[in-house]
């Protein structure tokens, strides 16, 4: 390899190298995170929800309670399928 060549290489890898180390621009430190932070704010239906005194309306809490255990009992043991519609194929 000829020597100017190889000078050419260097000089153009110790460039980038520092170019490297450079900062980054203060522009964009300063906006760093807000659009993770814009789409969670967007995401929150009632940001205010804690503030209220009010009782929502809705199910109450037993009835609540009770729903969610019978999903939850539902994936244990799934129901049997009874249509009458069904065609065993490949049996």
Same mark, same amino acid.
């Given at each position: 390899m000829?020597?100017?060549? +190889?000078?050419?290489?260097g000089a153009v890898l110790?460039? +980038?190298g520092l170019a490297s180390c450079m900062a980054p621009a203060p522009r964009t430190d300063a906006h760093l995170g807000e659009a993770v932070t814009d789409m969670r704010n967007a995401q929150v239906l009632n940001p205010t929800a804690g503030q209220r005194t009010t009782v929502p309306a809705g199910i109450d809490g037993n009835a609540a309670k009770e729903a969610y255990e019978n999903y939850q009992k539902s994936f244990k043991t799934p129901e049997k399928n009874t249509s009458s519609f069904s065609?065993?194929?490949g049996r």
């Open positions: 000829k020597p100017a060549f +190889l000078r050419a290489g110790m460039v +980038l065609i065993g194929v």
